[in-house]
């Protein structure tokens, strides 16, 4: 009898159906955890990118000290720092960038300490802001404080020249 019972123990132990379906509930979980995270980082990248781009451009706009319309009054002029804002809005249009993320300072010319505002002419003006993102794979929260990352953007210029009157 107990080798009748040892013969079934080998041959169940020989008999390899089924494994394929316990590789697969090993391994889906941790493609879909790769897959999952390779996207949520595409995107974080993608917002890098943008946030990068976006300040850039609003700094490009900031020196120039043209002020925009403002788009609920047309044909009344915006702040210069809401017109900063709405520059850097619309080259993020993919973006919700609240006003509490920007920051403006500039130095005077020779100086050596940021101030707060955008400055006046020929004066350095930065632009800087600082985007929240939370990622999209709960999987990945417990690597980052609150599932979020933060993102610090800054660019610098120089003011141009009061226009000739």
């Known amino acids: 009898m107990t080798s009748h019972v040892v013969r079934q123990v080998g041959r169940r132990l020989r ?5 394929s379906i316990v590789e697969a509930a090993i391994i889906t979980p941790l493609l879909l955890l ?3 995270s390779i996207v949520d980082f595409g995107a ?3 917002v890098y990118l943008a946030l990068e781009n976006g300040v850039s451009q609003a700094t490009r706009f900031a020196v120039t000290g043209n002020l925009m319309d403002d788009p609920l ?8 720092d809401n017109s900063i804002k709405l520059a850097m809005r619309q080259a993020t249009p993919t973006l919700t960038i609240p006003d509490s993320a920007f920051a403006f300072n500039h ?3 020779g100086g050596s300490v940021w101030a707060g505002g955008s400055g006046g002419p020929n004066e350095l003006a930065k632009v800087s802001v600082g985007y929240t993102w939370t990622f999209i794979n709960p ?5 980052f404080p609150g599932g979020q990352i933060t993102l610090n953007v800054e660019s610098a210029m120089k ?3 009061a226009p000739p009157s």
């Open 15 to 19: 008999d390899t159906s089924g494994t």
């Open 34 to 36: 790769l897959t999952l």
């Open 139 to 143: 999987m990945l929260w417990p690597f």
């Open 107 to 109: 130095m005077a010319p």
């Open 159 to 161: 003011n141009e020249g």
């Open 73 to 80: 009054n047309p044909g009344t002029n915006l702040s210069r």
């Open 44 to 46: 974080l990248f993608y």
